[in-house]
């Protein structure tokens, strides 16, 4: 038997509005409202609302930091409270079970967001390497249905957000948090987000999120706000050149290997992964992850061929077309002396080998 779709705490706010919706990682969730390509647009110009209740959301308080230490990549006790970090959850052999962002809540207060399809096994995960006992114990909690997300996103977010609480709206640099009152809700608001523009993420009760969220919407019509769905997201982040879990970043592949190296804490003692990713450091990585852009019209798309020459040399893991552009973009892995930027390669498109080359994301410039 199917287990029913689960639905966040904004579903009636998303048939309302008439959303397409779709099923996601086993939420059923909005695919878009007014189309992707106005969605995007919105958040590229003005400022866009996402519902990402669908995200996992750990709790970690009291004897979190050593265990944070030993479950992630990058180095939470660099962290001070006010401050979050992009990380990985690497498994044994150093492949990749999740890409997270931990943020420092306060001195012995973390919370964890996870994505959405693999919040279930790293549960299971950090469950089954719980040797200190802090599970047990329960200070890692799974929030997940009782904490809603909203993403503003966009260059006029902090301007929607002050209209919507009198100027009093905090002052944050990219990647702060805080935790404090808005909009009569009590939860934590970050300076991240998954599209490459200036925004916001609100962790708030789900309960209140209902609420939120129309507020927000009443209030954002001045500033050009649209709710957006996961396909202008998904526009949005490759754009950005952010990694797409299951696409560009698997158990199959390690940090070294996507090119996140600089989340990888090699000062650390120790943490799960770490001798099978110093032992690839120093055998040499095979392939690597690279941003491309096509040189004719043509739209790249996941599992295509990528070829130098004659030689297969990888595959697309992501790829879109870009309209303000004209040009396709993507990502995908090749062996590792085609990485270069600049370097010449082709896609098989469509029986076609279409040029492009090898590139320097982001694709495009944020608006300030």
Not at 212 to 240: F, Y
Not at 260 to 286: H, T
Not at 352 to 368: I, T, W
Request: aromatic residues 8%; negative net charge.
């Amino acid at each position: 038997m199917m287990r029913p779709m689960n639905r966040t705490a904004l579903h009636a706010n998303h048939t309302s509005l008439n959303a397409k919706m779709t099923d996601f990682a086993g939420w059923d969730m909005p695919l878009s409202y007014s189309g992707a390509l106005d969605e995007y647009q919105v958040v590229r110009n003005a400022v866009g609302i996402f519902d990402v209740s669908h995200m996992g959301r750990f709790m970690v308080a009291g004897a979190g930091i050593p265990f944070l230490l030993r479950m992630t990549t990058n180095d939470v006790e660099a962290l001070t409270p006010g401050q979050a970090q992009y990380s990985m959850v690497c498994n044994d052999d150093g492949g990749i079970l999740d890409d997270i962002f931990v943020y420092r809540l306060a001195d012995d207060r973390f919370l964890v967001c996870v994505n959405a399809s693999n919040r279930e096994k790293l549960w299971t995960w950090f469950k089954s390497h719980d040797d200190a006992g802090l599970l047990s114990n329960g200070t890692i909690q799974d929030q997940t249905t009782t904490m809603g997300q909203i993403a503003i996103q966009g260059p006029k977010s902090r301007a929607l957000l002050e209209a919507c609480t009198g100027n009093a709206f905090p002052v944050l640099p990219p990647r702060g948090c805080i935790e404090a009152d808005i909009l009569e809700s009590r939860g934590v608001i970050a300076r991240t987000g998954y599209t490459g523009e200036h925004g916001y993420e609100l962790y708030l009760p789900a309960s209140d999120l209902p609420r939120v969220w129309t507020t927000l919407i009443e209030n954002g019509a001045s500033v050009g706000l649209k709710p957006c769905g996961l396909s202008a997201r998904d526009l949005l982040r490759l754009e950005a050149g952010f990694l797409l879990y299951g696409n560009d970043i698997s158990e199959d592949t390690t940090p070294l290997e996507a090119g996140v190296e600089w989340v990888v804490g090699y000062s650390k003692p120790d943490f799960i992964g770490r001798d099978a990713i110093l032992k690839q450091k120093e055998a040499g990585i095979p392939r690597r992850l690279i941003a491309f852009e096509m040189l004719q019209t043509s739209v790249p798309r996941h599992d295509y061929a990528i070829s130098s020459g004659e030689e297969e040399i990888g595959i697309v893991t992501s790829g879109n077309f870009f309209p303000h552009k004209q040009q396709g973009v993507g990502m995908g892995y090749v062996k590792t002396p085609f990485a270069e930027v600049g370097t010449e390669i082709s896609v098989a498109i469509r029986c076609r080998s279409v040029p492009a080359v090898v590139a320097k994301p982001p694709f495009h410039k944020k608006k300030k």
